[in-house]
């Protein structure tokens, strides 16, 4: 079982950035899948990216690409997300996410990951 919890969200402008980190508990955070979604008031929660546990794989939605970076480093047991050119329409609470320890292939649903963050908000003024 792993726990998550998110920090680094805040109040920017249009155009600037932030990076967001999730810290994990436990021993074994590189054989879990991670990811990050987000959650727009009054809208369902929506898939962001996702990273394999080497972070060699990546993907994200199109919305964001180009824009942000999903990363790990598994000495230190924390997920983040570089966001760039932050736009409006990117606030949101954001939450990171971890899959079932030991399955190696990336989910972009929600039902796919069992442990969740208690989330950040981010908030994009124009």
């Known amino acids: 079982q792993v726990q998550l919890v998110e920090s680094g969200g805040g109040l920017v402008q249009a155009g600037g950035s932030l990076r967001l980190a999730c810290a994990a508990s436990?021993?074994?955070?590189?054989?879990?899948?991670m990811g990050w979604f987000r959650q727009a008031p009054g809208q369902e929660r929506e898939f962001v990216a996702t990273?394999?546990?080497?972070?060699?794989?990546?993907y994200y939605v199109d919305s964001v690409k180009g824009r942000f970076t999903i990363s790990r480093d598994n000495a230190q047991n924390t997920l983040y997300l570089q966001m760039n050119n932050l736009k409006p329409e990117d606030t949101a609470v954001y939450y990171c996410?971890?899959?079932?320890?030991?399955?190696?292939?990336?989910?972009?649903?929600?039902?796919?990951?069992?442990?969740w963050g208690q989330g950040t908000q981010v908030t994009v003024s124009s």
């Open positions: 436990g021993r074994t955070f590189s054989r879990y899948a």
């Open positions: 996410a971890a899959r079932a320890e030991g399955l190696t292939y990336l989910s972009l649903s929600l039902t796919g990951y069992d442990y």
């Open positions: 990273i394999s546990w080497l972070g060699e794989s990546t």
